[in-house]
Structures are given as C-alpha cells and as structure tokens.
C-alpha cells in the first residue's frame, strides 16, 4: 500500500472551466511529481515539487499549475479546459525516507465534455 | 533529456508460458532504469529498478530485468507467467536521482489459458 491518495476519483468537467485536482504524498516524502496519462498510452511529466517550490516541467502551457504545501500534499490546476485534457492524472510521491522510489496514487480520471 | 522506446505495443502469452518486454532508452548522462505495472482503472506500482551495480535485476511476482548499457536496453522477463500478469507495463528512465520519470508508450500483455 503506497499511501498516496488522490481526490477525487472521477471528474467530469466542460471545455473552458477549470479544475482542481489533490494529491496527499506518502508519509515521510518531501517531492510530488505531475503526470498525465491519455488513453492508451504512456503517463507524460507534467511538473515536480520539492518543498513547496516547482522543480522542473514539462511541455505543457502554463494553464496547468501547481502547488505543494507545508505537509507536502499538492494541488494541481487547470485552467480553460481542452477536451485534449481528458485523461487519467497521477500524482507520485518520492524523496525524503522514500529513497529513490516513486509511489503513485490511484489517479484522477478527468473528462472534459 | 531522456526517452524510452518500448518496441511490443501488444505482447499476447499462453499461461505458464515466458514473457520477455522489450525496452530501449536514449539518454546523454547516467540513468535510473525502471519498470511498472497498471492494472486496469488502477495507477502505477513498481515491479523492479535499476540504480547501480549488477545488472541483473530481481523484482516483484517472480520478475527480473537485465541492463545493458551497451545496447541501451532494459528487457523485463518472465518464465512462467499467470492469468493475474494481464496488464499494461510500462518502462521509465530518470536521470540520477530527480525522480522526473520519462515513460514508454506501453505494452498490453494478455495471458491467455
């Protein structure tokens, strides 16, 4: 059991809203790192938090956006909503005691409409 | 940068039969190596990882992979796979120890009876 925890499960949101998505990081982790999974293929980096300061990203436009907090949970947030943005979203948390093993959350389904 | 080709898209398996998953990577510097399993509607759970040292690894469910530095590969294997190893597995890379995973597209393994 991984201890990472997304919320919520699904999500089902209409093209130019915005959304929020939440990542509670495994005891002991100081790191939460972004991917985005479409359907039927690899999870793709979005961006990574180390001690509530981004660190590193990837190719996506500045409408996704983050946040890591004191506890090291995260938020994720999209503005202005593709229907391109439809796709499972994994947190994974890693760092501090967690050596160098990422462990991932159950994912956020979103469905952009 | 790093990048993984995973080169089976589909690898379909008799039960109790063996399994091999092909995975190449491109990268400039030293690497971490990785392999993951998705269960369906689930997130990631590591199966093995290559940080250093032999190059023969050992992992989770009776899986092994061996990295080759000169062909760029880490192939993950299987001898005698089971109904319950039908997933979809995927192959990263990271750079020393940033924890930034780049994936593979994926491959689909069915075991059938």
């Known amino acids: 059991e991984t201890g990472v925890t997304q919320s919520p499960t699904h999500l089902i949101k209409t093209r130019g809203q915005q959304v929020t998505l939440r990542c509670s990081s495994q005891?002991?982790?100081?790191?939460v790192s972004w991917y985005q999974q479409a359907l039927g293929q690899g999870p793709q980096f979005i961006f990574q938090?180390?001690?509530?300061?981004?660190?590193g990203r990837g190719n996506f436009p500045p409408r996704f956006s983050g946040l890591q907090f004191p506890n090291y949970s995260s938020e994720l947030n999209v503005n202005a909503l593709e229907l391109d943005d439809s796709a499972l979203y994994l947190c994974?948390?890693?760092?501090?005691?967690?050596?160098?093993?990422?462990?991932f959350g159950q994912g956020t389904r979103l469905t952009v409409v | 940068a790093q990048s993984v080709t995973q080169l089976d898209s589909q690898v379909p398996v008799f039960e109790e039969a063996p399994v091999e998953l092909r995975c190449n990577y491109s990268?400039?510097?030293?690497?971490?190596l990785f392999w993951y399993v998705q269960y369906p509607n689930q997130g990631l759970q590591l199966l093995l990882k290559?940080?250093?040292?032999?190059?023969l690894v050992k992992g989770i469910n009776g899986f092994e992979a061996e990295f080759n530095k000169s062909q760029t590969s880490f192939h993950l294997r299987k001898p005698s796979v089971h109904i319950s190893d039908t997933a979809e597995y995927f192959c990263?890379?990271?750079?020393?120890?940033?924890?930034?995973?780049?994936f593979g597209a994926g491959t689909t393994v069915t075991v059938r009876a």
């Open positions: 994974a948390s890693s760092g501090g005691t967690g050596g160098t093993e990422a462990f």
């Open positions: 005891s002991g982790h100081n790191t």
């Open positions: 938090y180390y001690r509530e300061e981004e660190n």
């Open positions: 990268s400039s510097v030293s690497v971490y």
């Open positions: 290559y940080l250093s040292g032999s190059t």
């Open positions: 990263a890379v990271s750079s020393s120890n940033d924890y930034k995973l780049s």
